[in-house]
């Protein structure tokens, strides 16, 4: 089984570039497993989104 840190840099490489079909698997499996890391998945998709918005506001660009 993946372990945290290795899950963690997953999450991590996600924000850059796709995952390979085996890296999204092996996530996906280790977040039904680990509370932990689901919790700083959804702490970096919030963090992300609050990122989003502060650029669409200094670019005057609001959904």
Do not use: F, V
């Not at 390979?20 to 959804?42: D, G, M, N, V």
């Amino acid at each position: 089984m993946l372990k945290c840190k290795r899950a963690a840099e997953l999450m991590s490489l996600q924000q850059d570039r796709p995952l390979t079909l085996p890296e999204r698997w092996q996530l996906r499996l280790h977040l039904l497993a680990c509370s932990p890391c689901s919790r700083y998945r959804q702490q970096m998709e919030t963090i992300n989104r609050a990122m989003e918005q502060i650029r669409q506001e200094q670019t005057g660009k609001i959904k």
